[in-house]
């Protein structure tokens, strides 16, 4: 086989590096989140503290620059989405949060100048959690990525932005959100707003999952930012398709990861479950359930894969990451739906986690540009 043919190849095989963190990342997620994740639910917040302990990991130092004191780690949506399975299977909602900040700092690298690097990155650095996160999302009936309605009015120091953005990860105690707006006449733009600036309103809202997430309603009513504040070159159009298609990638690793646990519980409980002096993984109506989850979960993740392994090699994406989103938004919340069902009466109470893990399915296919790998 030729070079060039080889390079073709979608190979699987982890290197050393990805194979550590991975070690690393399932360690914690068993030690750190696993634990915590119903009471969290419950409380609606992440408890103190948690997050500052996921900058140990240091999921937000990876990329940046070794010139802003980084580790200069290659831009990697694998890793990422390793990261992100890995994380979604202590709990989805706490793992988003814990990746929110990341999101941001891809979001920059992708599309920031060098100079808006260096002015945003640094505060990354240190061994305190910095939220910082996305506000993409409007509350419209069907939401359209590509049709933004928050506008950003070009004046002579900069630009005035007006609007509001739904379900926006760790809004309220972000210290930097990055806002997609329209520019008339020029398109799309990013925006990088203090989460301190005059003008933001920030409202809790409450939704069947994700509830340690704390997802925001943001009103912008004439914000005003600086020129140097709209992410990449003067009047240059903002790449959201690229954005969006990172975004679900990395939303939909974090499904994998959930439906993994679900599978690993009901196989448990189902090989437990005795009736009629049998396990009732004996019956064929359950194992073929069970099969067909396992099924379900080994294509979500071989399409994901796929796509971020093609984004990381700077191929055209898009087709994956769309075909993708369609797989994991319908099976996620068939998996979720089921792992429920197979636990018959005890599926419904909240002594076991599969009706957390059912909720937080149900997001899969709703949220956007809060998981950007």
């Given at each position: 086989?030729?070079?060039?043919?080889?390079?073709?190849?979608?190979?699987?095989?982890?290197?050393?590096?990805?194979?550590?963190?991975?070690?690393?990342?399932?360690?914690?997620?068993?030690?750190?989140?696993?634990?915590?994740?119903?009471?969290?639910?419950?409380?609606?917040?992440?408890?103190?503290?948690?997050?500052?302990?996921?900058?140990?990991?240091?999921?937000?130092?990876?990329?940046?620059?070794?010139?802003?004191?980084?580790?200069?780690?290659?831009?990697?949506?694998?890793?990422?989405?390793?990261?992100?399975?890995?994380?979604?299977?202590?709990?989805?909602?706490?793992?988003?949060?814990?990746?929110?900040?990341?999101?941001?700092?891809?979001?920059?690298?992708?599309?920031?100048?060098?100079?808006?690097?260096?002015?945003?990155?640094?505060?990354?650095?240190?061994?305190?959690?910095?939220?910082a996160t996305i506000a993409l999302m409007e509350p419209s009936a069907a939401f359209d990525p590509l049709k933004i309605s928050t506008s950003a009015e070009k004046t002579a120091d900069g630009y005035v932005i007006n609007g509001?953005?739904?379900?926006?990860?760790?809004?309220?105690?972000?210290?930097?959100?990055?806002?997609?707006?329209?520019?008339?006449?020029?398109?799309?733009?990013?925006?990088?707003?203090?989460?301190?600036?005059?003008?933001?309103?920030?409202?809790?809202?409450?939704?069947?999952?994700?509830?340690?997430?704390?997802?925001?309603?943001?009103?912008?009513?004439?914000?005003?930012?600086?020129?140097?504040?709209?992410?990449?070159?003067?009047?240059?159009?903002?790449?959201?398709?690229?954005?969006?298609?990172?975004?679900?990638?990395?939303?939909?690793?974090?499904?994998?990861?959930?439906?993994?646990?679900?599978?690993?519980?009901?196989?448990?409980?189902?090989?437990?479950?005795?009736?009629?002096?049998?396990?009732?993984?004996?019956?064929?109506?359950?194992?073929?359930?069970?099969?067909?989850?396992?099924?379900?979960?080994?294509?979500?993740?071989?399409?994901?894969?796929?796509?971020?392994?093609?984004?990381?090699?700077?191929?055209?994406?898009?087709?994956?990451?769309?075909?993708?989103?369609?797989?994991?938004?319908?099976?996620?919340?068939?998996?979720?739906?089921?792992?429920?069902?197979?636990?018959?009466?005890?599926?419904?109470?909240?002594?076991?986690?599969?009706?957390?893990?059912?909720?937080?399915?149900?997001?899969?296919?709703?949220?956007?540009?809060?998981?950007?790998?």
């Amino acid at each position: 086989m030729s070079e060039a043919e080889n390079e073709l190849l979608f190979d699987l095989t982890l290197d050393e590096d990805q194979q550590l963190n991975r070690d690393s990342m399932q360690r914690f997620a068993r030690s750190e989140i696993q634990g915590i994740s119903r009471s969290a639910d419950e409380a609606g917040e992440a408890p103190a503290g948690f997050y500052d302990k996921t900058v140990e990991l240091g999921l937000s130092l990876m990329p940046i620059p070794e010139s802003l004191d980084g580790a200069g780690m290659p831009r990697s949506p694998v890793s990422n989405v390793l990261n992100a399975e890995d994380l979604a299977h202590g709990d989805m909602s706490l793992a988003i949060g814990a990746l929110t900040p990341l999101s941001f700092i891809n979001a920059i690298l992708d599309h920031g100048t060098e100079t808006q690097i260096a002015n945003y990155l640094p505060r990354f650095i240190d061994d305190k959690f910095h939220a910082a996160t996305i506000a993409l999302m409007e509350p419209s009936a069907a939401f359209d990525p590509l049709k933004i309605s928050t506008s950003a009015e070009k004046t002579a120091d900069g630009y005035v932005i007006n609007g509001s953005k739904c379900m926006v990860a760790l809004g309220d105690s972000s210290e930097l959100i990055l806002v997609v707006a329209l520019v008339e006449g020029e398109g799309l733009g990013a925006f990088v707003v203090k989460g301190n600036q005059e003008g933001l309103s920030f409202s809790k809202e409450e939704y069947m999952g994700l509830r340690p997430l704390q997802l925001n309603r943001i009103e912008l009513k004439d914000v005003k930012v600086e020129m140097e504040d709209r992410l990449g070159e003067p009047e240059q159009a903002f790449d959201l398709e690229r954005l969006v298609d990172l975004g679900r990638i990395g939303l939909c690793a974090m499904s994998v990861g959930v439906c993994e646990s679900v599978l690993a519980y009901v196989i448990e409980y189902c090989n437990a479950r005795v009736a009629f002096d049998e396990p009732i993984t004996n019956r064929q109506s359950v194992a073929f359930m069970i099969g067909d989850m396992a099924t379900e979960i080994a294509a979500m993740r071989l399409m994901v894969y796929r796509a971020a392994s093609r984004a990381e090699r700077g191929l055209s994406f898009h087709k994956e990451a769309y075909l993708m989103n369609l797989q994991c938004s319908k099976f996620a919340m068939e998996i979720g739906t089921n792992g429920v069902q197979l636990l018959g009466g005890h599926g419904f109470t909240r002594e076991h986690p599969v009706e957390l893990w059912y909720r937080n399915l149900r997001a899969i296919g709703l949220l956007d540009g809060c998981v950007v790998v």
